[in-house]
């Protein structure tokens, strides 16, 4: 335990206390009541978009390679995850929840990063933006084919109403969203942490200097397009529990897009917490914005535009480090020293 | 025989529009280095122009293609003025994800105007005779002509400007080295603003190409012709112009062939698949620059 405590350090574990501050109020929210309906419906959705944020950014801000594909990852483990719940419900009635979500969850996540490793060996042979074009095209190809196999669904959907029978479903998935997300996160971070994850981020920064150092950057790439993907299957899986009707066509480059929004506004790197709230926020965004009605996706445009202006236009540098944390704890630093100078020389002159 | 020939002509008309609107992104990613996802939905804005010049105002078929191209041309200017010169210099990744905030913005204007349901192109007098090629039983459709006439006319004079004009040396510098352009005296941000133009300009052609062969348009009609673009820009190799116009024509070809031949479920498996391989036997498409790299 002490060992384990010792490798989280202290932004991972500001991290780790955001997400069980969320949780925890989730729950509370829950528990008492106090919810709305709109806000019950978003809970599960944040859980998941928490985990495809995080895993994206372990492949967008860590290992540096743009993916646009990830919707298709998720979708695989959705599909996968949902099927498999699906033939335990129906061949054994009396299975416990608390057995077949955990046992589709991680074959939804095992198959998403088989489906991982396949894309990122041919991934490896392309850079930059052409990656980008090769996970889209991986993204649309899994989407054509699912909706033409008929076992699943076709394109009517996939009907997974009957895998949580529950009508309270943010409720009775809640626990395993929470479980499943800060179990993850712990893991991605620690992954960060290690040697690895220094591997990996060598490999960001240069990629010949890293391959001169013996690191395996064919290793590290496949490995972390499979990790990157087992995760976005959990989420994916979660995903399918939550809704009743899988759809594949729900999966398409715009939903890769939003969770890339996310992880781009969240601030891409080794630091997760950006990916958290900006997915906590990205979601909500919308729905808040409901009261507006017709106008909800239009100020939600203009908002990300003006927010991508202001957090990365060269021009605002200097209003950016003004309200910046950072500078403000250094100011009140500088005006706590000027006001204690001056006690002392105050003090100095009674004297 | 007959299949062969028909599937081929129709996948040149549909590879023509695809090549029109991917010689947008390659003209931009050329210039300003930046994926510009946008420009998909300038063909939807230019089909709504066509839509309301001539079914709204009741103007002629000329006028409302010419207000399309006049629109699209200075919205595209005005956006890169708005969203995109603020943000140059910043991390590329920073630009996409503005880049995608236009085209929701683009998409939802036009949903709030013009409502979701879909609206049909008036463009009757755009109805041009089809063609009977002797007693082969082939028939040409006039839309099919005029989308092929016209894209390889705009192509010639593309060509014609950048090779020959001042204007376009001046693009070609840029893209070449911006800060050598520079200090050659080229005004870059006026450049820039001219290719922003320039490829809002073709996807205005582009939309009244795909009204013609489409014939119904809705707020979202731009996305997958803009993907699909985007797809050919990256075939060709990003930033090549001829990369750009072959790769509109091969990904039509090639859409429209396995379609008639395979399955029209899968045709964008196919299509898609078909590019994974490409790009893996050539990682930087068909005419693009190779990067070389340096320690």
Redesign the interface.
């Known amino acids: 335990m002490k060992k384990f405590l010792s490798r989280i350090n202290r932004r991972d574990a500001l991290t780790l206390l955001v997400l069980v501050g969320i949780f925890a109020f989730f729950f509370i929210m829950l528990e008492t009541g106090a919810a709305s309906n709109q806000f019950k419906n978003m809970i599960i959705p944040m859980s998941y978009y928490i985990l495809l944020a995080i895993s994206l950014n372990l492949m967008?801000g860590v290992l540096g390679e743009?993916s646009l594909g990830h919707a298709g990852f998720m979708s695989v483990g959705a599909y996968t995850g949902c099927f498999l719940s699906v033939m335990l419900v129906e061949k054994f009635p009396e299975l416990p929840m608390y057995v077949y979500l955990p046992v589709a969850m991680l074959c939804g996540g095992l198959m998403a990063a088989l489906f991982g490793v396949l894309i990122g060996i041919?991934a490896l042979?392309?850079?930059g933006?052409?990656l980008?074009?090769?996970t889209?095209?991986?993204c649309?190809?899994i989407k054509?084919?699912i909706?033409?196999l008929e076992f699943l669904g076709g394109a009517i959907g996939f009907d997974t109403d009957s895998i949580v029978p529950d009508r309270n479903k943010a409720l009775t998935l809640l626990p395993y969203a929470a479980f499943a997300v800060i179990v993850s996160a712990i893991l991605i971070m620690n992954l960060v942490r290690s040697k690895h994850g220094r591997a990996i981020m060598a490999v960001r920064d240069n990629r010949?200097a890293a391959e001169a150092c013996g690191i395996n950057v064919n290793f590290y790439k496949v490995a972390v397009f499979g990790i990157a993907a087992f995760f976005a299957g959990i989420a994916g899986v979660l995903y399918g529990h939550n809704d009743v009707l899988l759809k594949s066509a729900n999966f398409d480059?715009n939903m890769s897009?939003e969770i890339?929004?996310m992880v781009?506004?969240g601030g891409?790197g080794s630091n997760m917490l950006g990916s958290v709230i900006a997915a906590v926020v990205m979601t909500a965004l919308p729905e808040m914005l409901r009261d507006f009605s017709?106008?909800r996706?239009?100020i939600?445009?203009?908002m990300?535009?003006v927010i991508?202006?202001f957090?990365?236009?060269?021009?605002?540098a200097g209003i950016r480090e003004r309200l910046s944390l950072g500078f403000i704890k250094e100011s009140l630093q500088k005006k706590m020293a000027k006001k204690a100078e001056k006690k002392k020389a105050g003090k100095e002159e009674e004297k | 025989m007959t299949l062969l020939i028909q599937t081929l002509i129709q996948g040149i008309s549909l590879g023509s529009i695809y090549a029109l609107i991917a010689l947008g992104y390659t003209m931009v990613?050329g210039i300003a280095k930046m994926?510009n996802f946008a420009h998909g939905d300038i063909i939807m804005v230019g089909a709504y122009t066509i839509y309301s010049t001539i079914a709204l105002a009741h103007f002629p078929g000329w006028l409302g293609v010419l207000s399309a191209v006049v629109f699209c041309g200075v919205l595209g200017v005005v956006i890169e003025f708005l969203?995109y010169k603020?943000?140059?210099?910043?991390?590329s990744?920073?630009v996409?994800?503005?880049a995608?905030?236009?085209s929701?913005?683009l998409?939802?204007?036009a949903?709030?105007i013009f409502e979701g349901k879909q609206k049909a192109m008036p463009l009757g007098d755009f109805d041009f005779p089809d063609l009977k090629v002797g007693n082969t039983g082939i028939t040409v459709t006039g839309e099919v002509i005029f989308t092929i006439t016209l894209t390889v006319v705009l192509m010639i004079a593309l060509t014609l400007f950048i090779n020959k004009t001042k204007m376009g040396k001046a693009m070609r510098a840029v893209s070449e080295d911006k800060d050598a352009a520079r200090l050659m005296g080229i005004n870059v941000n006026r450049t820039i603003s001219v290719t922003f133009a320039i490829g809002s300009i073709l996807a205005a052609f582009a939309s009244l190409c795909y009204g013609m062969s489409y014939a119904y348009i809705k707020p979202t009609t731009g996305?997958m012709p803009g993907?699909k673009a985007?797809?050919a820009a990256?075939f060709g190799g990003?930033g090549s112009i001829p990369g750009a116009m072959l790769g509109g024509f091969v990904i039509g070809i090639l859409e429209k062939l396995s379609s008639a031949y395979i399955s029209t479920?899968?045709t964008?498996?196919i299509v898609?698949?078909v590019?994974?391989v490409m790009?893996?036997v050539r990682?930087?498409?068909l005419l693009g620059k190779k990067i070389r790299?340096k320690?």
């Open positions: 967008v743009l041919p042979r392309v850079k933006d052409y980008a074009i090769v889209l095209a991986f649309e190809i054509t084919v909706i033409n010949i480059f897009i890339l929004v781009v506004l891409m017709d106008y996706m239009l939600y445009s203009v990300l535009i991508m202006l957090t990365s236009a060269p021009a605002l | 990613y994926l969203a603020p943000l140059r210099g910043a991390p990744l920073n996409l994800i503005t995608i905030g236009v929701y913005l998409q939802n204007i949903l709030l996305s993907i985007f797809t990256v990003i479920q899968f964008d498996a898609f698949g590019l994974i790009l893996v990682p930087t498409g790299e320690v």
